[in-house]
């Protein structure tokens, strides 16, 4: 099965995907598990969408996530290209024997994951800083009802973007 992806209101709705003032580097975009990753268009914040398919800088990350029950797959490292970052995540959703219903990729970027303690409540973010995408899964997560949202894990690719 390839990877596509599709940009949708309810995904929309659950998630969080780009800021577009943020940084005019920052790109993302959302994968389900249909078709090929190569028809991806995703976000583009500065709007020209002519940025390389392949890095020779290690610029790109993702998330990948099932709803019920909640479980988050992040890449641990950044990769030099958004097909890398989604395979490597993909691969660790069947790694840990989950079906996962989205990976969302990002260039110079950050991810994060907020939850309540017995996961009945989440929230799923990709925005241009860690602040940003810190701020925006805990309110998912409270948007949501949670109580006691706490994050779980954020990842920034570069890892510069971490300091």
């Known amino acids: 099965m390839k990877p596509i ?33 190569g028809e991806a268009s995703g976000t583009d914040a500065d709007g020209g969408g002519d940025h390389p398919k392949t890095s020779d800088k290690l610029i790109y990350g993702a998330i990948g996530f099932k709803k019920d029950p909640f479980f988050v797959s992040f890449t641990r ?3 030099s290209s958004k097909e890398a970052a989604v395979e490597v ?22 991810s994060a994951a907020a939850m309540t303690p017995w996961a009945s409540h989440y929230g799923v973010s990709v925005k241009a800083t860690p602040s940003e995408a810190r701020q925006d899964a805990l309110k998912q997560c409270e948007d949501q009802g949670g109580k006691g949202c706490k994050l779980r894990e954020i990842f920034c690719a570069p890892e510069e973007l971490n300091k």
Do not use: H
């Not at 995540?89 to 990976?103: F, G, L, S």
């Open 5 to 37: 992806l599709l940009m949708t209101a309810l995904v929309m709705s659950v998630i969080s995907v780009g800021s577009a003032q943020a940084s005019e580097d920052f790109q993302s975009g959302v994968v389900t598990p249909n078709q090929p990753i």
């Open 77 to 79: 490292k950044p990769l």
């Open 89 to 110: 995540t993909w691969n660790d959703c069947k790694k840990n024997r989950v079906e996962c219903d989205e990976v969302i990729w990002f260039q110079y970027g950050c």
